[in-house]
């Protein structure tokens, strides 16, 4: 087994895991595999997030799925580049990052691709406050980004991380996580 890549916890009775190809749900102290149909057999589930009663997943080759509370249905990415991470304060504003640079943007329809301050980079992970400030991390050439989405463009903050006396160089980032906008 792969072990589990990524877990959301929409309340303290339900809990979602995603393991390779599987998800996996536990409710009520029992632990359901969730069916979810994966055309492609190399495709992996790398992340998953959830808000207004829905979760989505995202993984290899640009899956995404979106659980609509009875079954997970594809959506269109319009990437093949990898997702490793998603994030969103409601329905209508959701993030997925990846390989290669890819940024995508969910408005409540359909995924868009936005452009990422670190061009080419490898974001692992995305986070925000609110739809107006959010932070996607990742690496470069073997060193940590910060990108920051200010609700119109996404900036390199990398330079700014750097010059705190306590980050330099920065290490490759794999994580974000943000309480509040101010």
Known sequence: TAGFADVFAPSNSDVWFI??????RLQSNTITEIPIT???????LGALWGVS?????????GTIFQWDGTTFTAQ?????????AIWGPDGQN???VGD???????NGTTWAKQTA?????TFTSVFGADATHVWAVGTLDGQGVVNFYD?????DQTRQMEEKPAVAPMNPLSAVWAANST
């Open 38 to 44: 994966l055309n492609d057999p190399n495709t992996k």
């Open 76 to 84: 269109n990415s319009g990437v093949s580049s990898n997702l490793n």
């Open 53 to 61: 009663g829905k979760i989505w997943l995202v993984g290899t080759g």
């Open 100 to 106: 290669n640079g890819t940024v995508l943007r969910y």
């Open 19 to 24: 393991e390779g190809r599987r998800v996996l």
């Open 117 to 121: 301050a670190s061009e080419g980079a």
């Open 94 to 96: 959701l993030w997925a």
């Open 151 to 155: 609700g119109t463009t996404w900036t």
